[in-house]
């Protein structure tokens, strides 16, 4: 399938090239081709990526490679043990990923070569849109305790590159969106809880965080280690280092991840709405299964659904530095479509919270011939 991207390649080169300057109605290239004139890279600049008009002229080569949809939930599907409504309590992300240009995936593999060269490294692409929904720890009462975590919903909308080679992948995104009533989390979660029967009214909206545009920025790099063979199960190992910053989140983290099972994919570890999926990789044969552990801890400098609003005063309550989480789970591929299964944990993040909590996450990804 073959989609006009224009606005997705404007985005993009929003973030992994800087700006340019140049003379009034004269683009850097156009004055390049003028008499006399520099080249289009002395144009550009020594610290921007060496482009020429083909990147945005051949929009109409990029192809859309797949759909991924994301759903995490305390309760009902998703989390089979343990059903709660509470904290972080849902979730959904819908992801397109991109096949770009080979002049786009070329600017980026220069763009990135300046700083960590990767040959001949694959380059993917995507855009998604998510909503968070933050609760206290009951949602029948109207004014809950100033120890209780905000109420805060998020909806953002993301654009992200990566690239990879063999065994090693980054991924860099962007996020745009808003906090408060704006996310829509409240009539989100009053609809769903009105829709079924036996379902708790949430009261406490009227305390959630105040409007604020929010932007983040999001860096992980992954590295892959050699498989090994295990009679006719294959394992690998996944580490990975990254940070966020922004008014959403200013903070660093790190994990590992194992995955045990047959045919394993050449990509860097199972995806989770509040991380991202590698668009890079490939799942080759017909099929493919395997079990998941990943566990891993994240230094936190600022969480704004703790913390609360950057500029307005909000409820908030005293968040922990350092957050634990294990995460298990299963991945399922057949032919084009594939599909996981995870729960995760997570220790305390503030300090009133009492216990940690838990929640899990459904996945289900369209790959397209390619």
Excluded: C
Excluded at 181 to 209: C, R
Excluded at 216 to 225: G, I, M, V
């Amino acid at each position: 399938m073959i989609v006009r991207t224009e606005a997705a390649v404007l985005v993009l080169l929003a973030f992994v090239a800087p700006a340019w300057s140049r003379q009034p109605d004269v683009t850097p290239i156009e004055a390049a081709a003028q008499p006399g004139a520099p080249s289009a890279d002395d144009a550009l600049g020594d610290g921007a990526i060496s482009l020429d008009s083909h990147v945005l002229d051949d929009a109409n080569d990029w192809s859309i490679r797949q759909l991924n949809v994301y759903w995490d939930n305390d309760g009902t599907v998703p989390k089979l043990l343990n059903d709660s409504d509470r904290h972080y309590t849902n979730g959904t992300k819908l992801e397109i990923a991109l096949t770009p240009s080979e002049s786009f995936a070329d600017a980026v593999r220069t763009f990135g070569d300046r700083f960590d060269p990767m040959p001949g490294a694959r380059v993917g692409v995507g855009l998604n849109v998510a909503q968070h929904i933050y609760t206290a720890f009951d949602i029948t009462i109207a004014n809950p305790p100033s120890t209780a975590r905000p109420y805060a919903g998020y909806l953002a909308f993301g654009a992200f590159v990566q690239r990879a080679s063999d065994d090693v992948h980054d991924h860099l995104e962007l996020s745009l969106g808003v906090v408060g009533e704006w996310s829509g989390a409240e009539a989100t979660q009053k609809f769903i809880h009105a829709a079924f029967p036996n379902q708790d009214k949430p009261q406490g909206w009227g305390t959630q965080l105040s409007n604020e545009l929010a932007i983040n920025l999001r860096y992980q790099r992954s590295w892959r280690f050699q498989k090994a063979q295990i009679g006719r199960l294959e394992l690998d190992g996944i580490p990975r280092l990254g940070f966020d910053a922004g008014n959403v989140f200013v903070r660093a983290n790190a994990d590992l991840t194992f995955r045990l099972g047959f045919n394993l994919p050449d990509d860097f570890g199972p995806g989770r709405l509040l991380d991202y999926s590698d668009v890079t990789g490939t799942w080759g044969g017909d099929w493919g299964v395997y079990a998941y552990v990943r566990g891993g801890a994240r230094a936190v400098a600022r969480n704004i659904f703790l913390d609360g609003n950057t500029f307005a005063n909000s409820r908030s309550v005293d968040k922990r530095p350092i957050v634990a989480s294990i995460t298990a789970g299963l991945m399922g591929r057949y032919h084009h479509l594939e599909a996981g299964w995870s729960i995760t944990w997570l220790s305390e993040e503030f300090d009133t919270q009492g216990n940690g909590d838990s929640f899990g996450t459904l996945f289900a990804r369209l790959s397209f011939p390619f």
